[in-house]
């Protein structure tokens, strides 16, 4: 059984940095695309962040410069490191696994982020 669990998520004012981390069971994380993504209230989900198996990153415009994604191979955890946060952040994020080749993928359950000013 594959299970995604997300962890790290609170409340933090303007420019603070708060530490994602999502916890894999059941799959190896560096064969898979993993992925960050956020949702806010009343908006669709959106990319934030990606590492693939060869370990290329990729950036959302918005995150670009202020968040780190990275992976611990040993550990079977990705983690989000967001700097500089802003208001516009808060969302619930989604830690995602995509293998290409099998087209499977799978979603953690989310975690809260707030930002207040």
């Known amino acids: 059984q594959v299970q995604l669990v997300e962890s790290g998520g609170g409340l933090v004012q303007s420019g603070g940095s708060l530490r994602l981390s999502c916890g894999a069971s059941?799959?190896?994380?560096?064969?898979?695309?993993m992925n960050w993504f956020r949702q806010a209230q009343g908006s669709q989900r959106e990319f934030v962040a990606s590492?693939?198996?060869?370990?290329?990153?990729n950036y959302a415009v918005a995150v670009r410069g202020r968040f780190t994604i990275s992976r611990d191979s040993l550990r079977n955890t990705v983690d989000l490191q967001m700097n500089s946060l802003r208001p516009e952040d808060t969302a619930v994020y989604y830690c995602?696994?995509?293998?290409?080749?099998?087209?499977?993928?799978?979603w953690g359950q989310g975690t809260q982020v707030t930002v207040s000013t």
């Open positions: 995602n696994a995509v293998h290409l080749s099998t087209v499977r993928m799978y």
């Open positions: 059941g799959i190896p994380i560096n064969k898979y695309h």
């Open positions: 590492i693939t198996p060869d370990a290329e990153l």
